[in-house]
């Protein structure tokens, strides 16, 4: 689970782990029984500073987010035996655009975070091609432009029949709890890795 730079003010800049005085981003790693773990941040509990909840507060700096998600992810794929048959993707919700770029800057700063993500090399020279989803939750017009950028970049934008388009699809969309379920199930299911009869694996 990671979050934007966390110091629940919200920070432009970051690290990926807890560190004095700096704000950072991994919450909950990958791992097996992490769902209690992962529940705990969204449980409506909270007792500061144990028992922590993430707020919506501070700006949006999801390149900074992307750039946290791409060095964790460079670590758990250079661990991963089955990396050369997994996929790898990343999901961002998010309910505005990036406010830690000016104007001219955003689009191609979130461009460059997606592509960086669709190369990310290892250690050992391999190349994994890490997909980036946008789920844009009750966004403006010109936020939705620059997240259907991002999802263009990050190979998942979709077209108004829900086909890939990477040239002038959009990201998935949600305005109430509904939507984000419909949004969240059909990446899921764009995600997860079906076999195909082809005499291949």
Known sequence: LLDNPLNYGG???GQLRPAPDAAHSLLVPF???NEPAILEWMDHQEDWP???????????????SLRLARDYLAEVAA????????????VVLTDGGESC??????????????EALRQLELPNGAVVDVS?????????QFSLGLLSELARAGGTALDNNGNLDLRNGAPYTADDQEGLR????RVLADAVPVERCDGED
């Open 11 to 13: 920070t432009c800049d």
């Open 31 to 33: 791992g097996a029984d």
């Open 50 to 64: 144990g028992d922590r909840e993430l707020r919506a507060d501070g700006p949006t700096p999801i390149v900074e």
């Open 79 to 90: 661990q991963d035996p089955d990396v050369a048959c997994r996929r790898y993707s990343v």
């Open 101 to 114: 770029f000016g104007n001219a800057e955003r689009g191609p700063a979130l461009r460059g975070a997606a």
């Open 132 to 140: 980036t989803y946008v789920v844009a939750f009750g966004v403006s």
């Open 182 to 185: 419909l949004a969240f199930a």
